[in-house]
């Protein structure tokens, strides 16, 4: 009997529902320990990051308006996705406690997908705040609100509670009388719902539908975007203004690829191919992290309005030293 395959609770003759899952993470990976420990670096760096990004907007009022209310927004997921997935992941393998009982395998499943979901939609919603300012440079101030922006990320949370907590719920009507073992890094959709013994099909629909929802309609919304942005761009006659306009959409574009290239990339290959699983667990796992890490460090480099804002506080500081 294989591990996770020790406890269970039997309902009745045909539904049981386990106590406890084992998570088995990598398989024959020699000193993978020191991976953890990186990402034990990453969890660090990622908190201090979106931490200090978050104290710039909130100390700078300059930075009080819609655009930065969406950075905030998508910080405040960095730091809330991260934290749901990476201490618990560190307890599991590098404290080898690798059981976790069946309602928090279900809670942390949750945590870490809501998360990733918002973190895609903050970034269609940037595309969006783009859009306007380059397409409609006059009206913007109109369109994008403080009102609007906040209506706006009220719905995303709101709608992708909804469907996750949907999504997640469905586990619950499954009957697991085989192996209990999750072959992912953490109590991932699939790996869990792929163990039950009993029809699945409800829980499939939903995985395409949350698929769906989470990844292709904002590749394409932020995809039409830019093709606005592109039209709009070519009508400028000045180079040099076309390029300041370009320079704007810069950091949107490069958190865009961190997120989408990796996750786009795991489910082609999983999709043409039998992808070994230490593949599909390394690069699912530096998808669910390095974003949340790079984001505060793309927005402090790339924009210059942070950038301003981050010196004018350090000059602050030294007079208010001296």
């Not at 930065?68 to 992941?89: E, F, H, N, R």
């Not at 073992?181 to 029809?199: E, M, Q, R, T």
Request: glycine share 2%; with cysteine.
């Amino acid at each position: 009997m294989s591990p996770g395959e020790k406890a269970a609770t039997t309902f009745n003759a045909t539904f049981v529902r386990p106590a406890k899952f084992y998570i088995s993470g990598f398989s024959d990976i020699p000193h993978v320990k020191y991976y953890y420990i990186f990402l034990c670096f990453v969890y660090v760096m990622t908190v201090f990051g979106n931490v200090f990004l978050l104290s710039v907007i909130y100390l700078v009022e300059t930075l009080h308006t819609p655009k930065y209310m969406i950075v905030s927004s998508l910080a405040v997921t960095d730091l809330c996705g991260s934290t749901a997935l990476i201490p618990k992941l560190l307890e599991t393998f590098l404290f080898d406690k690798r059981y976790i009982v069946y309602e928090a395998c279900l809670s942390y499943m949750f945590f870490v997908l809501f998360f990733a979901s918002v973190q895609s939609w903050t970034l269609t919603t940037m595309a969006y705040d783009r859009f306007i300012a380059i397409c409609f440079p006059l009206r913007y101030h109109s369109i994008v609100t403080k009102r609007a922006i906040i209506a706006m990320i009220m719905f995303v949370w709101g709608f992708l509670l909804i469907l996750i907590a949907f999504t997640v719920g469905l586990i619950n009507r499954l009957s697991f009388c085989r192996s209990l073992v999750i072959k992912s890094f953490f109590c991932d959709h699939g790996p869990v719902f792929y163990l039950a013994c009993n029809d699945t099909s409800l829980n499939d629909i939903m995985a395409y539908v949350a698929f769906i929802i989470v990844l292709c309609i904002p590749l394409i919304l932020i995809a039409i975007t830019y093709f606005c942005i592109a039209i709009a761009l070519s009508r400028i006659a000045s180079g040099v203004e076309r390029l300041r306009a370009l320079k704007t959409c810069s950091s949107h574009l490069i958190l865009v690829a961190i997120f989408f290239l990796p996750t786009v990339g795991t489910n082609i290959a999983a999709v043409a191919s039998n992808i070994h699983p230490n593949a599909r667990i390394i690069n699912s796992l530096l998808t669910h992290t390095i974003p949340a890490l790079l984001n505060p460090i793309v927005y402090s480099l790339k924009t210059e309005d942070v950038l301003n804002s981050i010196n004018k506080l350090f000059k602050m500081n030294k007079i208010k030293i001296v």
